[in-house]
């Protein structure tokens, strides 16, 4: 079946504006996760929702980084004034349920100007 | 969740088998180690994933040792397409639910 799906896979965007990343998990994946990579770094964790409730938030780096899934399928990822430390490769997985195996999406490589 | 400690690289002969060393002396009873691997820029890949019997898949072996400090990820016929960074992650079962993955072992498999 399908996969993770993110979208854009690509952003490149000037800095200050704000920039919405999209995740589309698995049908039926209770859970979805969103992680950040940098460079020759593993990923490193930012937020989780089971349905539509944010569960744990407490990788978001700072308050310009928001997230949402509001009917527990999709979710977005926010990012406000963006700054050049935001360029990485942002990442979405989802699991059948929280205690599950993650499967991760392909990634959105964001480029801040 | 507990911690892990890999070697940064490692090297296997095509059609080998490849053996990655993780040790996780911390790691709690009720702790899964799990094995993840990302192939270039793509995401990270499930591998297989214990608690404390071995297991095996159609990708790979994972051996714990009996005292659960330490595993073993097994690639019986290391293939080209192989090359990656494995990632050794110790995982509470329920409850902690971000995965915390470290740098990891980059493996290169040599034609």
């Known amino acids: 079946g399908a996969g993770v799906s993110q979208s854009p896979r690509y952003k490149v965007t000037k800095r200050g504006q704000d920039v919405a990343l999209r995740c589309d998990p698995i049908?039926?994946?209770?859970?979805l996760y969103w992680y950040r990579q940098a460079l020759g770094q593993g990923p490193e964790f930012l937020t989780y929702?089971?349905?539509?409730?944010?569960?744990?938030k407490s990788g978001l780096p700072n308050d310009r980084f928001s997230a949402e899934r509001p009917e527990g399928s999709i979710s977005t990822l926010t990012i406000q004034r963006t700054e050049q430390r935001d360029s990485a490769m942002y990442r979405c997985?989802?699991?059948?349920?929280?205690?599950?195996?993650?499967?991760f999406g392909p990634g959105t490589r964001l480029t801040v100007l | 969740d507990a911690k892990t400690t890999q070697p940064p690289s490692m090297d296997c002969a095509e059609g080998r088998a490849a053996n990655l060393p993780c040790n996780h002396s911390?790691?709690?009873?009720?702790?899964?180690v799990y094995w993840y691997r990302q192939i270039h820029s793509q995401g990270p890949q499930y591998i297989i994933h214990?608690?404390?019997n071995n297991e095996t898949n159609e990708m790979a072996s994972l051996i714990i040792t009996e005292d659960r400090k330490s595993s073993t990820l097994i690639l019986p016929h290391a293939t080209l397409r192989d090359t990656a960074v494995y990632y050794c992650?110790?995982?509470?079962?329920?409850?902690?639910?971000?995965?915390?993955f470290g740098t990891g072992t980059r493996l290169t498999v040599i034609p």
């Open positions: 911390t790691i709690s009873g009720n702790e899964y």
């Open positions: 214990g608690l404390k």
């Open positions: 929702f089971n349905y539509e409730a944010q569960q744990d």
């Open positions: 049908s039926g994946h209770v859970s």
């Open positions: 992650i110790v995982r509470v079962g329920a409850g902690a639910n971000n995965l915390f």
């Open positions: 997985a989802s699991s059948l349920g929280g205690a599950d195996t993650q499967y």
